[in-house]
């Protein structure tokens, strides 16, 4: 039995290293290329780059509002200070429960996701389950795009892992916080709250 048990084992640690390889032979020169891209992306990312699409007002002379300026997004931008503990908390609940926690990445929660995945796309059944963190919405909100491909994914933990060596825990909330899409056009708690 114990001898049937580490055949067993040596013939799983075998499968899992085939497939490992077979991935790094095909993909290796992708994972590289991103990997690289997603450090440039973030080095030459500022604060700036997660406020770049505020919404601007031009004020009369009496300090009222005449005219509301916004490009493709209606979003304003609130400080870390400024949005309330309780809005921080709920979002960390239910979005991202390990957020102070990890990396930027959640392996158990991403491999979960993956398992869901290919069980769905086997079976043709509609099941799916988030796995990104916090960090890696974040980084597909701002650097990549929606789009539900396997590279996409691969591009926002390579994303999500710089954005953590730059940038705080805090900071990264806020930015998310700022960023989020909450439906009929408003990006981030404070347009959604000052919604019509």
Not at 10 to 39: C, E, H, P
């Amino acid at each position: 039995l114990r001898l049937a048990m580490k055949i067993a084992l040596l013939v799983i640690l075998l499968i899992i290293m085939a497939v490992m390889i077979v991935f790094y032979v095909k993909f290796g020169d992708d994972l590289l290329r991103w990997r690289n891209q997603a450090k440039q992306d973030v080095q030459s990312s500022t604060t700036e780059t997660f406020r770049s699409s505020e919404t601007s007002f031009i004020y009369s002379a009496d300090k009222k509002v005449i005219a509301k300026l916004r490009g493709d997004k209606d979003s304003y931008y609130l400080a870390f200070d400024q949005i309330p503990q309780s809005v921080k908390d709920c979002f960390i609940v239910t979005e991202d429960r390990d957020f102070y926690e990890h990396d930027g990445v959640n392996i158990l929660s991403t491999m979960k996701a993956a398992v869901l995945l290919v069980k769905s796309r086997l079976f043709h059944e509609k099941i799916s389950r988030g796995g990104s963190t916090i960090t890696q919405q974040l980084a597909r909100g701002v650097f990549l795009n929606q789009k539900k491909t396997y590279d996409r994914k691969i591009r926002e933990i390579f994303v999500a892992l710089e954005l953590e060596k730059k940038y705080t825990k805090d900071q990264i909330l806020e930015f998310y916080l700022n960023s989020i899409y909450f439906s009929n056009g408003y990006y981030g708690i404070e347009a959604a709250a000052k919604g019509d």
